[in-house]
């Protein structure tokens, strides 16, 4: 059964649900041993530190600038719980909006990322600056990787290790 998924633009007291996904290990190991430019990264574990004193930057800069960026959580109706996160940002060097998404470990395996990639697609294609979406991964996250693929994202190219996914909007 897919979980019925909603997207949900958080407000700034609700920045605390981001704070303790990017701190869970178990959610970002991922990330771990990335060469990731963020402040507050650890490279152990993957994790992000990001404090109360970022979420209002954060939030500025990431929910009121679409269409060059978006992003939401994703709560799912029927536990009545955030079960994590999508985005989207545009690229000039590709000329189309980049995704991301970030389900807790605790809610992997049950569909919320391909349903979440659905759905923001839907978002992000009702705007019409929005005409491709992409994401690209390194081939060794093949869960990653299937659930773009299941969502309708199509592989383009794989070069270095790394696999572009890309959805337009006239296949969605």
Known sequence: MRPRLKLHVPGLREMDYR???LAQPETMAYN???PVDAPGYDVATGCIDFPMSDWRFWRDVWLWR????YSAYLFDEDLGAFVGEVAYYY??????HGTGVLIEHAHRNR?????GLRLLAEHA???PEVERLFAEL?????AAVRMYLTAGFREVRVEGGICRLELDREEK
């Open 19 to 21: 704070r303790r996904l």
């Open 32 to 34: 771990r041993g990335q």
């Open 66 to 69: 679409e269409p060059s960026r």
């Open 91 to 96: 690229d000039m060097e590709s000329d189309a």
């Open 111 to 115: 569909g919320c990322g391909c349903e």
């Open 125 to 127: 294609f009702a705007r």
């Open 138 to 142: 390194p081939l060794e996250r093949e």
